[in-house]
T-cell receptor
């Protein structure tokens, strides 16, 4: 058990819809990272937050947004969903401040998003 | 530019044989390097990390990796493969500029 909790585990929705994925980091970790894993793109870094502030941005689409709340949980919002957004979305947490860090990331079990 | 490359998307070894999974990185300054393992329908678990303390890093489950600056490599090895080692393995690099990159992964199959 990594200590990182992601909900829901599975999500099925239709094109054009909007969904919110939730992540609770490990106790004591201030950084949260979001990743998208798909068969054709592999594991892609989307965005990182540290203590409520955005710290690093990767290949995140404009239709996607995220935030980290004062209690350190984070949400990833995906809107105007397309078939190609079907993927596993992982959240990870770390005690490091930035993406450039010696501190490892601890991953949740992911949310599997299926767009019909 | 790709910061981490994993050679071989699929590797098969016999049970008891040596496991060698290759990872090369590109960075103008020494990066932090990691190996993660992913079992089906699970998140990634940290196997080991290199943070410049020692070039030979020992991890969990008998895995180890050696940082070779001259070859810009961080290959993962295990002397004797076990059936339970079958999984997807990811090399990852943390580089200045606040970026974290994963390799494309290597699927390890262990043949009984």
């Amino acid at each position: 058990d990594s200590g990182v909790t992601q909900t829901p585990k599975h999500l099925i929705t239709a094109t054009g819809q909007r969904v919110t994925l939730r992540c609770s980091p490990r106790s004591g970790d201030l950084s949260v990272y979001w990743y998208q894993q798909s068969l054709d793109q592999g594991l892609q870094f989307l965005i990182q937050y540290y203590n409520g502030e955005e710290r690093a941005k990767g290949n995140i689409l404009e239709r996607f947004s995220a935030q980290q709340f004062p209690d350190l949980h984070s949400e990833l919002n995906l809107s105007s969903l397309e078939l190609g957004d079907s993927a596993l979305y992982f959240c990870a947490s770390s005690s490091g401040q930035g993406a450039f860090s010696s501190q490892p990331q601890h991953f949740g079990d992911g949310t599997r998003l299926s767009i019909l | 530019a790709q910061s981490v490359t994993q050679l071989g998307s699929h590797v098969s070894v016999s049970e008891g044989a040596l496991v060698l999974l290759r990872c090369n990185y590109s960075s103008s300054v020494p990066p932090y390097l990691f190996w993660y393992v992913q079992y089906p329908n699970q998140g990634l678990q940290l196997l080991l990390k290199y943070t410049s303390a020692a070039t030979l890093v020992k991890g969990i489950n008998g895995f180890e990796a050696e940082f070779k600056k001259s070859e810009t490599s961080f290959h993962l090895t295990k002397p004797s493969a076990h059936m339970s080692d079958a999984a997807e393995y990811f090399c990852a690099v943390s580089v200045p500029g606040n970026q974290f990159y994963f390799g494309t992964g290597t699927s390890l199959t262990v043949i009984p």
